[in-house]
């Protein structure tokens, strides 16, 4: 502790408290977080999960760690500093002045970037959102806060209990279904809405109608003069069933949006990506066989006269032409040139289930009875039940707004839950919800992304459990 001065205290909560602190050998600034260790084994080992899964990770767009040591009981992790602040805190400066388009896709690619990677390492973050997204100096984007991150497959007791942010958190965890790499997917996508709104896209003025909007996919549209491909994307991340969400990785690279995103890709990322698709060569048969081809096309076109129709002149101007055997210097460059093999091709024009767009179009619309028509074959879509239970929407119609507020405390913060940090006031005027789903059903239609699910936690929260034991007196019999 003593290579450390403390600068000031930036956050304090009941068990964290996060430091500026400087570092006395290098004068560099970083944030070290004080952890109040818990007494029992189990809980010490969660409270050291941050701080292992932190020290695992490293990539652009996450926050670095430094080191972590433990002293008078306290669990301190030391990071990187962020001094940008965090996203929330720039969405609220905006006041309500938009974000330009640039930086919404700049910022969202890279906290893509960096959610992949963790995903790549078969770990959920469980907790994105606006306020632990962090802005350096130079405006680049880190993921942070790996308090509530869980390594997949790892200790079923933890499994049971998601830790998230009910504004962020995806419709599978309401309804108690398992929780994968798509669950962070559609906090992600709860981000990018608010910066291209500066609103959380569900808002609610209580619990019950928070989660149905949540549960049904609904809300409010994004401002018209948006690109195309950002309104598809939030569609798609707003599937209430995760194999119909993109993956990161898919978002990245084959999606309608990835071109957009890509230049906003940190160079490594792109790199890393150029390392994933598979690299063909052409063989020299093959090679020669385009060359003749490209010659003989060069022919046909050379007797024609080129330009005498558009310009009004029928003076023949000779065009260049291959010889009859292409040259070896042209052999040259086919031979190593790299041909993009069907698989890329399938990732840049065709969704994952090998469909063009415009086939897959096609099938949609062919398919209201929702099978889907692909190589002939008829494959039943699985869908999943619209609403979140009966018997948990009862529960929370019993229980009062201000009992949500403790209900909060699962999600390990104190603020009213119903009260999102970017909400105007506690009543919201867009309760009533059919009305906000989406439009424009065809264009907008994303298909199912089922081989896209990465990874899924084996065992669901029970979320049922944990609004019961905070309404206890709640009569079950009268459900
Ligand atoms: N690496 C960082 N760089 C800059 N600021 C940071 C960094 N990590 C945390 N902070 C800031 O420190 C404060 C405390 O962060 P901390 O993660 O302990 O709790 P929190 O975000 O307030 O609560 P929660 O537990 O809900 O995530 C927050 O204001 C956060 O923005």
Redesign the pocket.
Known sequence: MERYSILRV??E?SF?R?LLVRTRSSQEEH?L?EIRLPKSHSKLEDSRREAILLSRMKHPNI?AFREAFEVDGLLCVV????SG??LLQRIKQQKSAQFCVNDILRWFSQMCAGARYIHDKRVLHR?LKS??I?LTENGTVKV??F?SACILNSSKAYAQTYVGTPYYVAPEIWENKPYNNKSDVWSLGCVLYELCTLRHPFQASSWKNLILKVCRGSYPPLPRQLPYELHYLVKHIFKTNPKDRPSLNTILTSHRVSKLLRPYSPPEVTEVEERRRPMCRWNRDEGKKVADLLGEKSLIKTSTFEGSEFHGEDTARPRKQWALEPSDSVMEVLANASLMSSESMVSMNQNPTGCTHEVADTCFKLDPCQHTLFKGESIQRRRWEKDPPEELLLLLEKAEVFRAFSTFLIH??GDDPLIGPLSQNHSDDTDGSEQEKNVDEHRLEPRSDDEDTDFEEESSCNWMEEVEKLWPCTETSDL
């Not at 990071?79 to 962020?82: A, I, K, L, S, V």
């Open positions: 930036i956050g909560g964290v996060a944030v977080k926050v990071m990187e500093f962020c602040g965090d907790d306020k632990n962090f942070g806060d308090g390990k913060a």
